[in-house]
């Protein structure tokens, strides 16, 4: 992990508790979340039906889309739900301090 | 099993899901899926919003990529039509090609849209929606400046109507009852989906039907209605309803009754033989009835569930039925099903254009809906699965979140 580009995204406070934020860094439109005490972040845009992952719901380490209901799990981005078939990028991140760091390599 | 061939008949969105479960269960035999449709399976809903508009394309309702969908290794028989079911010698009766040998056979063969028994009903110009082809038809005359006449109040009427208004066609929606979506929604949310039309300029006759249409002179059409009104217009939609595709079924002699009866495992009265979707009837919990839910959820979930019992996994196919509609930048959405029995609690004020109702047996909720409220809806939803008793003042009180509920 020590070679990854880590790019300042947001502030640890920014993202409640067991819940979903959408940010936009670099132009990327992704989806940050706090799940289980830990930070995770994904794109934010469904895999499915171009639903923003964001406006879903969080349960557990699965966000569900709210269009479709589809779920993808936020640490690998691997999709556990109909009608999601598709995985969404998921991407590395690392607290330091009370900011989160994104690598987009 | 796993050698046993499976045939699925329809390749709308249960019987792809059907298909894809198949595989994704371990079922390496055969699967045939026919259908009478040239496309790969794919969801219907955009067909009224963004594929008729023209924004989005055919292929982007697909419900896997093509690449996908041949990766299922299926034996796939598109734009080809079952004719009979010999379950005697357990084989299909095709329109084109030798008969097919099944040991199970799953019916998703859906429905067509209804039609309106009066004269001049077949002139060129008047339309039903079902299919893509359906939708690419009448995306063709959806042109600023023209008049469509839409036959019927329920969603799909209403999804077409706002898909026009937004292209710049004037538009009368004409009903005959006496609210919107009168079969699947309490007044509350007919009087809004009422307001959200009138406020943007489309004519909604209530308590009106059709007597006849006819083409003027002039070459546009005319809408005559029973009270002695025509409506002068430039297309026609007839969005009544859906007739289930049963009289394959009916013909095999399988038990139906306004659709193909099938039980909790989503069996028809031959265990050998499926059914799931929109042409499936089943005893609905939540509703108390026995019923078709011509629904997306069911569509799916029904489909993947049927692939299940197919293969010999036990099922109980009883999902808290869920239904949305996209009208406008309105987003309406339904949890269980509302009964007059129900006691009903408002979130919100329902003459505004964000509001919820809850539904209570005793303080339980047992059902939900509203407009533009999907996210507190979803807690709704948790609500009504974990089926815990609730002080209804809380759930009408908006200081109290929907997630600490």
């Known amino acids: 992990m020590s070679n990854l580009e880590w790019t300042d995204a947001a502030a640890v406070d920014d993202v409640p508790e067991d819940d979903v934020i959408g940010i936009v860094v670099a132009g990327r439109d992704l989806a940050l979340y706090s799940a289980g005490g ?22 557990g380490h699965e966000i569900e889309c709210p269009l479709h209901q589809g779920r ?34 | 099993m796993s050698t046993d061939t499976i045939v699925i008949v329809g390749t709308g969105q249960a019987g792809g899901w059907a298909a894809q479960t198949l595989r994704k269960e371990g079922h390496a035999g055969k699967v045939v899926l026919i259908g009478d449709e040239p496309h790969i399976p794919y969801e219907r809903p955009p067909l009224s919003k963004a594929v008729l508009a ?10 896997v990529k093509r690449e996908a969908f ?66 690419k038809a009448l995306g063709q005359v959806l042109l600023p400046g023209k008049r469509l006449v839409v036959v019927g109040g329920g969603w799909i009427g209403l999804e077409v109507a706002a898909t ?47 007597a006849a249409f006819a083409r003027a002179d002039d070459g546009t059409l005319r809408t005559k209605l029973n009270d002695g009104t025509e ?15 049963d009289e394959l079924a009916r013909a095999a002699g399988l038990a139906c009754d306004g659709g193909v009866l099938v039980d909790a495992q989503c069996r028809t009265s031959d265990a050998d033989i499926l059914a799931a979707g929109d042409v499936a009837s089943w005893h609905c919990e939540w509703a108390g009835r026995r019923m078709r839910l011509e629904s997306w959820q069911n569509a799916q979930e029904q489909g993947i569930a049927a692939a299940r019992s197919a293969l010999g996994i036990g099922v109980r196919y009883q999902p808290l039925p869920w239904f949305w509609s996209d009208q406008y930048e309105t987003n309406l959405q339904i949890y269980g099903m509302p009964t007059p029995a129900h006691r009903v609690v408002a979130r919100g004020a ?6 919820m109702l ?35 003042d809380r759930l009408a009180d908006l200081r109290v979140p929907m997630s600490k509920l």
């Open chain 1, 38 to 59: 830990e930070i995770f972040a994904t794109d934010n845009i469904c895999t499915h039906g171009q639903a923003r992952l964001c406006e879903g719901f969080l349960e």
């Open chain 1, 72 to 105: 993808f799990d936020v640490r690998t981005g691997q999709p556990t739900c109909a009608p999601v078939t598709e995985a969404i990028r998921s991407y590395p991140v690392k607290v330091e301090g009370d900011r989160v760091f994104l690598a987009f390599a």
């Open chain 2, 54 to 63: 023209g924004e989005a394309t055919a292929e982007s309702t697909y419900l």
């Open chain 2, 70 to 135: 041949d990766a299922l290794a299926l034996d796939w028989r598109p734009s080809v039509r079952v004719t009979a079911i010999d379950r005697a010698d357990r084989q299909l009766r095709l329109s084109a090609g030798e008969p097919i040998g099944y040991d199970k056979l799953i019916l998703c063969n859906g429905g067509r849209a209804r039609t309106l028994p009066v004269p001049g009903v077949d002139l060129p110009g008047i339309f039903t929606l079902r299919n893509i082809e359906d939708a």
């Open chain 2, 164 to 210: 026009a208004r937004k292209k710049g066609l004037a538009v009368t929606v004409v009903e005959a009852m006496n609210r919107l979506c009168e079969r699947t929604v309490p007044p509350e949310i007919s009087a809004y989906l009422s307001r959200l039309h009138a406020s943007h300029d489309t004519q909604v006759i209530l308590g009106a039907s059709v």
């Open chain 2, 231 to 245: 409506l002068a217009c430039d297309a026609v939609l007839i969005g009544i309803g859906l007739v289930p595709n």
């Open chain 2, 350 to 355: 329902p003459d505004s254009d964000s509001f």
């Open chain 2, 358 to 392: 809850f539904y209570l047996d005793g303080n339980v909720v047992s059902a939900a809906l509203g407009p533009n409220v999907a996210r507190d809806l979803r807690f709704a939803r948790r609500l009504i699965e974990q089926r815990k008793a609730i002080d209804p």
